[in-house]
C-alpha cells in the first residue's frame, strides 16, 4: 500500500511536468442562466484552437464529489463553430466523455454551444443530477457547462467567465467580479481549476450575513422565499466562535475570503460540497428556521468550513488530479472525510457552541451504536474499502445498506481520530493532542489557495513528530483490516463508555423527526417511514430473520393499525413476554403477516461516565478562544 502510495504521487509529478503547456489566450464561457426556471442553462465556449485533429472533454471526475459523476447525460445541445462554419463532431468510441473535431486551418479558436439541463427529480448521486434551479434560485457549477481540451492541466487553463442572471437576480461567489452591467457579470480571468472550485448562487430572495469583523467570511443565504432568509441570532453567533475557533485550532487560514453559500429550498437535494474558498450547502427551505432542521444544517457548515483546510488545502496524493478525467483514489477519504467528520462535526461543533457538549455526546454515541450494531457487512468488508469503492458504491440505492456498508469512512473514521486523539494525549501525559497534529499538518504558512498533496506516510510522519508512536500499524489495524467492531475504546479512553436504555437519543430523535422515519434499528433492526413504507432492514436482525425486506408496507402491527406510535407501544409490549410482535404488511399484489422474535423493549444509545477515569471527551469539546 505504501510502495502504490508513493507511486500514484511520482506519477502526478510526472504528469504535471510533462502536460502540454495552454496556449497564451483564454478560453471563454458565457453563460445564460435566463431560462434556468425551466431547467435549462445555456453556455457558449470560446476555446483556442488551431488547424487540425482536436479532442475536448467534458468534466467527469469532480473534486469533493469524488466520484466520476460529470452529469454527461444532461448535456444537449452540443454546436461547433470555426467562424461561420459548424463544424461535424464524434464521441469517442471508448471514452463517452471525450468528443472529436477537425478545426479548419487558418483560424486561431472555435466556438461551442450547449445546453446543461438540470433535472427536476434526483437520480444520482452527483450534483448535476439532481435540480440546480427553481422558478426563484439557481446554482451555476461550472464542470455542468464547459468543454475544454483534451490534455491540458487545469491549472494551466486560463478561463474569463460572464454569466447573465434572470432580470433583478442578486448573486455570489468566491470568483472575482471584473465588472457588472445589469443582469450580466463579468469575471476575472482564472484557472479553470479555480473556475470549477467557485459555484454561484443567486435568486430573488438573497441575504448575506458578515461573520468577521475583517470581512473575510460571510455567510450567503438564497431560497425561495423570503421568510426562509432569516438565520437565527444565536446560530449566526455560533458560525462566528467557528471562525475564532478554526483560527486556534490551525494557526493560518489557506483563503483570501470565505463563503457559505446555502440554499434554501424544499426542492433541491440536501447536500454539501466543499470549495476552497466558499462551500454549496442545500437544505430544506426551512433549514435555517426550523428549530429541528436548522440543528442538523448548522453543523454542515462546521464541516465544510474544515474541508478549506483537509481536502482543499492538503489532498491526498490519489485526489490530487492534473485534470477532472483522470481517475480519482478514493483510499484516503478516512483522513479526507474521516477527519473532518471528527474535527468539524464533533470538535468544533461543540467548541463553537452549534452543539452543546450533552448533544455532542448523545452524537457521538449514535455514530458509535450505528456502526457498531448496524454494520453486518464490516464482517467481509474493511473500512479502507469504503474509501476505495466509493466510485463503484457512492451512488447505490439507500437499502441493503448495513450489509453493504454505507460510506463508512465518515462517521467510524470518527472514532478512528478520536482513538489517535486520545492515545496522543495518553502517551504524552496529557501535554499534546491531535490539535497540535492539525496545526503542523494543515497550519502555517498562511497563504493563497494551493494545494499540497499528502500521502498515508506523510500523515504517519506528522503524527509522529506530534508524540512517537507506530502510527501506521495503529492506523493499519483499525482502518485496513476486517474488524467485528469499531474502535469504541476510544471512547472509553476519553472516560466514556456505549451504553443503552429506554431514553431516546437526542440526535436519533432528531434524525427521525428531520427524515421522517422511524429508526428501530437498535431493536428490531429496520427504519420506516412515516406511512409505514420499510426504507431498510439490517442483515439477520430480528425484522430480517422474521421475513421483512425494504419496499414492504407495514399496515398493521398486532392487528392495529399502523403509526409511529403504535410501533413503539408494542416493542413495548412485547417486552419480557414470549409472544412475537405480528407485523402485516403489504407489497404490490401481496399481503402477509410475519412474526418479529423481539422482546427486549425499547433501546437507545448513549454515554455514560467512566468512573475514576480523566473526562477527555469534554476537554477535546471545550472552547479554546475565550467569548
Same mark, same amino acid.
Given at each position: 500500500?505504501?510502495?502504490?502510495?508513493?507511486? #500514484?504521487?511520482?506519477?502526478?509529478?510526472?504528469?504535471?511536468?510533462?502536460?502540454?503547456?495552454?496556449?497564451?489566450?483564454?478560453?471563454?464561457?458565457?453563460?445564460?442562466?435566463?431560462?434556468?426556471?425551466?431547467?435549462?442553462?445555456?453556455?457558449?465556449?470560446?476555446?483556442?484552437?488551431?488547424?487540425?485533429?482536436?479532442?475536448?472533454?467534458?468534466?467527469?471526475?469532480?473534486?469533493?464529489?469524488?466520484?466520476?459523476?460529470?452529469?454527461?447525460?444532461?448535456?444537449?445541445?452540443?454546436?461547433?463553430?470555426?467562424?461561420?462554419?459548424?463544424?461535424?463532431?464524434?464521441?469517442?468510441?471508448?471514452?463517452?466523455?471525450?468528443?472529436?473535431?477537425?478545426?479548419?486551418?487558418?483560424?486561431?479558436?472555435?466556438?461551442?454551444?450547449?445546453?446543461?439541463?438540470?433535472?427536476?427529480?434526483?437520480?444520482?448521486?452527483?450534483?448535476?443530477?439532481?435540480?440546480?434551479?427553481?422558478?426563484?434560485?439557481?446554482?451555476?457549477? /461550472?464542470?455542468?457547462?464547459?468543454?475544454?481540451?483534451?490534455?491540458?492541466?487545469?491549472?494551466?487553463?486560463?478561463?474569463?467567465?460572464?454569466?447573465?442572471?434572470?432580470?433583478?437576480?442578486?448573486?455570489?461567489?468566491?470568483?472575482?467580479?471584473?465588472?457588472?452591467?445589469?443582469?450580466?457579470? %463579468?469575471?476575472?480571468?482564472?484557472?479553470?481549476?479555480?473556475?470549477?472550485?467557485?459555484?454561484?448562487?443567486?435568486?430573488?430572495?438573497?441575504?448575506?450575513?458578515?461573520?468577521?469583523?475583517?470581512?473575510? !467570511?460571510?455567510?450567503?443565504?438564497?431560497?425561495?422565499?423570503?421568510?426562509?432568509?432569516?438565520?437565527?441570532?444565536?446560530?449566526?453567533?455560533?458560525?462566528?466562535?467557528? #471562525?475564532?475557533?478554526?483560527?486556534?485550532?490551525?494557526?493560518?487560514?489557506?483563503?483570501?475570503?470565505?463563503?457559505?453559500?446555502?440554499?434554501?429550498?424544499?426542492?433541491?437535494?440536501?447536500?454539501?460540497? !466543499?470549495?476552497?474558498?466558499?462551500?454549496?450547502?442545500?437544505?430544506?427551505?426551512?433549514?435555517?428556521?426550523?428549530?429541528?432542521?436548522?440543528?442538523?444544517?448548522?453543523?454542515?457548515?462546521?464541516?465544510?468550513?474544515?474541508?478549506?483546510?483537509?481536502?482543499?488545502?492538503?489532498?491526498?496524493?490519489?485526489?490530487?488530479?492534473?485534470?477532472?478525467?483522470?481517475?480519482?483514489?478514493?483510499?484516503?477519504?478516512?483522513?479526507? !472525510?474521516?477527519?473532518?467528520?471528527?474535527?468539524? %462535526?464533533?470538535?468544533?461543533?461543540?467548541?463553537?457552541?452549534?452543539?452543546?457538549?450533552? !448533544?455532542?455526546?448523545?452524537?457521538?454515541?449514535?455514530?458509535?451504536?450505528?456502526?457498531?450494531?448496524?454494520?453486518?457487512?464490516?464482517?467481509?468488508?474493511?473500512?479502507? %474499502?469504503?474509501?476505495?469503492?466509493?466510485?463503484?458504491?457512492?451512488?447505490?440505492?439507500?437499502?441493503?445498506?448495513?450489509?453493504?456498508?454505507?460510506?463508512?469512512?465518515?462517521?467510524?473514521?470518527?472514532?478512528?481520530?478520536?482513538? #489517535?486523539?486520545?492515545?496522543?494525549?495518553?502517551?504524552?501525559?496529557?501535554?499534546?493532542?491531535?490539535?497540535?497534529?492539525?496545526?503542523? /499538518?494543515?497550519?502555517?504558512?498562511?497563504?493563497?489557495?494551493?494545494?499540497?498533496?499528502?500521502?498515508?506516510?506523510? $500523515?504517519?510522519?506528522?503524527?509522529?513528530?506530534?508524540?512517537?508512536?507506530?502510527?501506521?500499524?495503529?492506523?493499519?489495524?483499525?482502518?485496513?483490516? $476486517?474488524?467485528?467492531?469499531?474502535?469504541?475504546?476510544?471512547?472509553?479512553?476519553?472516560?466514556?463508555?456505549?451504553?443503552?436504555?429506554?431514553?431516546?437519543?437526542?440526535?436519533?430523535?432528531?434524525?427521525?423527526?428531520?427524515?421522517?422515519?422511524?429508526?428501530?434499528?437498535?431493536?428490531?433492526?429496520?427504519?420506516?417511514?412515516?406511512?409505514?413504507?420499510?426504507?431498510?432492514?439490517?442483515?439477520?436482525?430480528?425484522?430480517?430473520?422474521?421475513?421483512?425486506?425494504?419496499?414492504?408496507?407495514?399496515?398493521?402491527?398486532?392487528?392495529?393499525?399502523?403509526?409511529?406510535?403504535?410501533?413503539?407501544?408494542?416493542?413495548?409490549?412485547?417486552?419480557?413476554?414470549?409472544?412475537?410482535?405480528?407485523?402485516?404488511?403489504?407489497?404490490?399484489?401481496?399481503?402477509?403477516? /410475519?412474526?418479529?422474535?423481539?422482546?427486549?423493549?425499547?433501546?437507545?444509545?448513549?454515554?455514560?461516565?467512566?468512573?475514576?477515569?480523566?473526562?477527555?471527551?469534554?476537554?477535546?469539546?471545550?472552547?479554546?478562544?475565550?467569548?
Amino acid at each position: 500500500m505504501k510502495r502504490l502510495i508513493s507511486l #500514484v504521487a511520482h506519477t502526478l509529478l510526472i504528469t504535471l511536468a510533462l502536460a502540454p503547456q495552454a496556449s497564451a489566450a483564454v478560453m471563454t464561457i458565457f453563460v445564460d442562466a435566463t431560462d434556468a426556471h425551466r431547467g435549462v442553462f445555456h453556455a457558449h465556449l470560446t476555446i483556442p484552437a488551431t488547424g487540425g485533429p482536436l479532442t475536448v472533454v467534458y468534466p467527469k471526475w469532480i473534486p469533493g464529489e469524488h466520484m466520476p459523476t460529470g452529469p454527461l447525460t444532461q448535456v444537449a445541445g452540443i454546436h461547433i463553430h470555426a467562424g461561420d462554419a459548424e463544424l461535424d463532431w464524434w464521441r469517442d468510441r471508448i471514452d463517452m466523455f471525450s468528443f472529436h473535431v477537425d478545426v479548419p486551418t487558418g483560424g486561431s479558436s472555435i466556438e461551442i454551444d450547449l445546453d446543461y439541463l438540470s433535472p427536476s427529480v434526483t437520480f444520482g448521486g452527483g450534483y448535476g443530477e439532481s435540480a440546480n434551479a427553481t422558478q426563484n434560485l439557481l446554482l451555476i457549477l /461550472f464542470n455542468h457547462l464547459v468543454l475544454y481540451p483534451s490534455g491540458i492541466p487545469t491549472d494551466s487553463m486560463l478561463c474569463r467567465a460572464s454569466v447573465r442572471l434572470p432580470s433583478g437576480w442578486k448573486f455570489d461567489t468566491a470568483l472575482p467580479v471584473s465588472r457588472q452591467e445589469g443582469d450580466r457579470v %463579468d469575471f476575472d480571468p482564472v484557472s479553470l481549476t479555480t473556475l470549477v472550485d467557485s459555484p454561484i448562487v443567486a435568486g430573488a430572495y438573497l441575504r448575506t450575513i458578515p461573520i468577521a469583523d475583517s470581512g473575510r !467570511e460571510h455567510v450567503t443565504i438564497v431560497a425561495d422565499s423570503r421568510s426562509a432568509l432569516a438565520m437565527p441570532d444565536p446560530r449566526i453567533a455560533q458560525v462566528r466562535n467557528l #471562525v475564532a475557533e478554526t483560527d486556534a485550532l490551525f494557526g493560518a487560514r489557506h483563503y483570501r475570503s470565505y463563503r457559505w453559500l446555502v440554499t434554501l429550498s424544499d426542492l433541491v437535494e440536501p447536500q454539501g460540497l !466543499e470549495h476552497h474558498e466558499s462551500t454549496d450547502i442545500r437544505a430544506v427551505e426551512r433549514g435555517l428556521t426550523d428549530p429541528d432542521s436548522t440543528a442538523r444544517t448548522i453543523t454542515i457548515l462546521s464541516h465544510e468550513f474544515v474541508h478549506s483546510w483537509n481536502g482543499k488545502y492538503r489532498r491526498p496524493a490519489g485526489l490530487a488530479t492534473p485534470d477532472y478525467q483522470a481517475p480519482m483514489i478514493g483510499e484516503l477519504l478516512f483522513v479526507y !472525510e474521516g477527519m473532518t467528520r471528527y474535527l468539524g %462535526d464533533l470538535v468544533l461543533s461543540a467548541r463553537s457552541g452549534m452543539r452543546t457538549p450533552e !448533544e455532542d455526546r448523545e452524537y457521538a454515541a449514535w455514530v458509535a451504536a450505528n456502526q457498531d450494531r448496524n454494520r453486518p457487512g464490516r464482517t467481509s468488508r474493511a473500512l479502507v %474499502d469504503t474509501a476505495v469503492g466509493v466510485a463503484a458504491l457512492g451512488a447505490a440505492p439507500n437499502e441493503e445498506v448495513p450489509y453493504r456498508r454505507a460510506l463508512d469512512y465518515y462517521d467510524e473514521s470518527m472514532l478512528v481520530w478520536l482513538d #489517535v486523539d486520545t492515545t496522543i494525549r495518553a502517551r504524552s501525559g496529557g501535554t499534546r493532542s491531535l490539535d497540535d497534529f492539525a496545526k503542523l /499538518f494543515f497550519g502555517p504558512p498562511a497563504g493563497l489557495p494551493m494545494v499540497k498533496p499528502y500521502t498515508l506516510d506523510d $500523515v504517519a510522519s506528522a503524527l509522529n513528530q506530534v508524540v512517537p508512536n507506530d502510527w501506521r500499524s495503529f492506523i493499519e489495524a483499525r482502518v485496513y483490516r $476486517v474488524t467485528a467492531h469499531p474502535p469504541l475504546g476510544a471512547l472509553e479512553a476519553a472516560g466514556w463508555r456505549l451504553f443503552y436504555s429506554e431514553t431516546p437519543n437526542w440526535y436519533q430523535a432528531l434524525r427521525e423527526r428531520t427524515t421522517k422515519q422511524t429508526d428501530a434499528s437498535f431493536t428490531l433492526g429496520m427504519w420506516v417511514k412515516h406511512d409505514g413504507t420499510i426504507a431498510d432492514v439490517v442483515y439477520q436482525c430480528p425484522a430480517y430473520a422474521a421475513g421483512l425486506m425494504p419496499g414492504m408496507k407495514i399496515t398493521a402491527i398486532d392487528g392495529r393499525k399502523y403509526g409511529d406510535e403504535v410501533l413503539d407501544q408494542e416493542i413495548d409490549a412485547a417486552r419480557g413476554t414470549s409472544k412475537p410482535i405480528d407485523v402485516t404488511v403489504e407489497q404490490g399484489s401481496f399481503a402477509g403477516t /410475519f412474526h418479529i422474535e423481539y422482546h427486549e423493549g425499547r433501546r437507545f444509545p448513549h454515554l455514560q461516565r467512566i468512573e475514576g477515569q480523566a473526562d477527555l471527551l469534554t476537554d477535546i469539546m471545550r472552547p479554546r478562544e475565550k467569548r
